[in-house]
């Protein structure tokens, strides 16, 4: 469990690393419609998977809406960054479902299911 939690908070630098990198660029460049979207949601909040996935949905949505804006960097960096967020959510959703059904598990043991 503890290892669970170190892994988690050592993925959650990596994302706000690779935050940062981009934010860094983006500035640089003064390329302003990545700067918006990427501070529509980041510093992250907070870890939770929701913060997240809404951290992912918006990244797409720039790739999508706006791949003009992005250059070899950036679609590099965007790329490292979404292979992260979908681990980070995958094991959250994985960490979810073990833990619901250990405690279907535990209720059983116990007649409560």
């Not at 700067?35 to 996935?53: E, F, K």
Request: with cysteine; aromatic share 6%; glycine share 4%.
């Amino acid at each position: 469990m503890i290892s669970e939690v170190v892994d988690r908070n050592a993925r959650v630098q990596e994302v706000n690393t690779i935050c940062m990198r981009l934010f860094d660029a983006w500035c640089e460049a003064r390329n302003l419609t990545p700067l918006a979207y990427l501070m529509h949601c980041w510093p992250l909040s907070d870890s939770r998977a929701g913060t997240i996935r809404r951290l992912q949905e918006t990244m797409k949505d720039l790739r999508r809406n706006h791949a003009d804006k992005l250059d070899l960097y950036a679609l590099s960096v965007l790329g490292e960054l979404a292979s992260s967020l979908d681990e980070l959510i995958d094991r959250a959703e994985t960490s979810a479902r073990h833990s619901f059904a250990n405690s279907l598990q535990s209720c059983s043991a116990r007649g409560e299911g």
